[in-house]
């Protein structure tokens, strides 16, 4: 079963306004969860690490006060898409990983967000 | 950034045929991991290939691993229609689990 989930699975919303997409880990505790983006038939490019009780790190180009991460506990980051517009219009996903089981990272269903 | 292609970036097969698609990667690496997903979906694990290792097994995929050209292959061997999907490669520098994805391969599994 999914040990990761996100809500909503998909969203629309009107430009300029903020979307709040959920991840949690549903049976590991995640001190550090990732969000990617991925573009129509594109791959998925890594936009920040989520760190649990400190401040999330972005990558080059991606900007920190229009994408706000908040780690809010050992099972939960959100991303809120500030003042959305058409262009954040994509697939959102997280990750983590689930270091006492395996090397390997849990990915979330991912969200569709559509900005009109 | 992106460091990994793969090729071809669309494969169309026949069912029961074996299906190949490689990737390159340009940095060091810890491990090298195969990822599926399905149109509008999330990724599914396929596989993970340490540094040190040159070939992994796992049920039908078949993944080598060759780290002086710096690059991987993944076999499907007797496609079914249900592997119909994108395939991508993710490399793991080591740099606290962020991965790099490759921009992956279309297959199609043609019943």
């Known amino acids: 079963g999914a040990v990761v989930s996100q809500h909503p699975s998909w969203v629309i919303c009107k430009s300029g306004t903020s979307v709040k997409i959920e991840c949690r880990s549903l049976d590991f505790q995640a001190t550090t969860m990732f969000w990617y983006r991925q573009f129509p038939k594109q791959s998925l490019m890594l936009m920040a690490t989520?760190?649990?009780?400190?401040?999330?790190?972005?990558e080059q180009g991606v900007e920190k006060d229009k994408f706000l991460i908040n780690h809010a506990s050992l099972t939960l980051s959100t991303l809120t898409v500030t003042s959305a517009h058409p262009e954040d219009s994509s697939f959102y996903i997280c990750?983590?990983?689930?270091?006492?089981?395996?090397?390997?990272?849990?990915f979330g269903p991912g969200t569709r967000l559509t900005v009109l | 950034s992106q460091q990994g292609e793969e090729d071809p970036q669309a494969l169309s097969i026949q069912e029961g045929e074996n299906a190949t698609m490689n990737c390159s990667y340009k940095t060091s690496i810890n491990n090298l991991q195969w990822y599926r997903q399905n149109s509008g979906r999330g990724l599914v694990h396929l596989i993970l290939?340490?540094?040190?290792?040159r070939e992994k097994h796992s049920g039908r995929l078949r993944v080598t691993l060759d780290t002086s050209k710096k690059s991987s292959s993944l076999l499907i061997t007797a496609s079914r229609a249900a592997d119909t999907a994108s395939y991508f490669c993710?490399?793991?520098?080591?740099?606290?689990?962020?991965?790099?994805f490759g921009k992956g391969t279309l297959l199609t599994v043609n019943p």
């Open positions: 993710a490399t793991d520098g080591g740099s606290n689990y962020k991965l790099t």
């Open positions: 990750s983590a990983p689930r270091l006492a089981v395996t090397d390997t990272q849990y």
């Open positions: 989520s760190n649990e009780g400190s401040k999330a790190t972005y």
């Open positions: 290939i340490r540094s040190n290792e």
